[in-house]
């Protein structure tokens, strides 16, 4: 398949506004100094990131992206954020000197052609010929609610004690001012 070839399906155009859409959000997540702004941009490449997976056919995992990584951390990252009062303005001691911005960003681009190159090297050029048998959600929620019930109850209290512990210790104890218990 020729670059040509792969830019006549629309399914890659919509791909590459995603992909851009998302590179740009966790270069801007990583980059900024504002805390409130980086938890925005971490919730924006999320969310580009489901957009994918939907388009990979796999909505179960795109939904779980969206209810658990956008809808539970990008909420409580805010929710702690303004429970503790934390600055909105520019927070300068955040950003370390440019010579160690300079070495993690060349570690990260060896970091990407290593995996990218070793993916290359497993998968090559192949074209998938076969049509994929993705799991689809029914499926998936049938199975997680007869075989996994009793698990996925007990996620969903220690979920729910974990969130009652974070607002016991993010509370003011009215008589010495003191946050906790």
Not at 35 to 47: E, F, K, M, S
Not at 64 to 89: K, N, Q, Y
Not at 111 to 134: K, M, W
Request: glycine content about 8%; aromatic content about 10%; hydrophobic content about 60%.
């Amino acid at each position: 398949m020729t670059f040509s070839d792969w830019l006549s399906t629309p399914e890659n155009w919509v791909f590459l506004v995603f992909a851009t859409v998302m590179v740009v959000g966790a270069v801007k997540l990583v980059s900024t100094t504002r805390i409130v702004h980086a938890a925005l941009y971490l919730a924006v490449t999320l969310g580009c990131l489901a957009a994918m997976f939907v388009l990979l056919g796999a909505e179960f995992v795109a939904w779980t992206v969206v209810l658990v990584s956008i809808g539970a951390v990008v909420v409580l990252f805010l929710f702690g954020i303004m429970v503790t009062r934390a600055p909105m303005d520019r927070e300068p001691t955040l950003s370390h000197p440019r010579n160690v911005k300079i070495g993690a960003a060349l570690v990260s681009f060896a970091l990407f052609v290593l995996v990218g190159g070793a993916t290359i090297e497993a998968f090559g050029a192949e074209a998938l010929t076969e049509p994929v048998d993705a799991t689809r959600t029914g499926a998936l929620g049938e199975v997680l609610f007869t075989r996994f019930v009793i698990p996925f109850e007990v996620v969903s209290v220690l979920l729910l004690a974990a969130l009652i512990g974070g607002i016991v210790l993010a509370r003011k104890d009215p008589a010495s001012g003191e946050p906790g218990l």
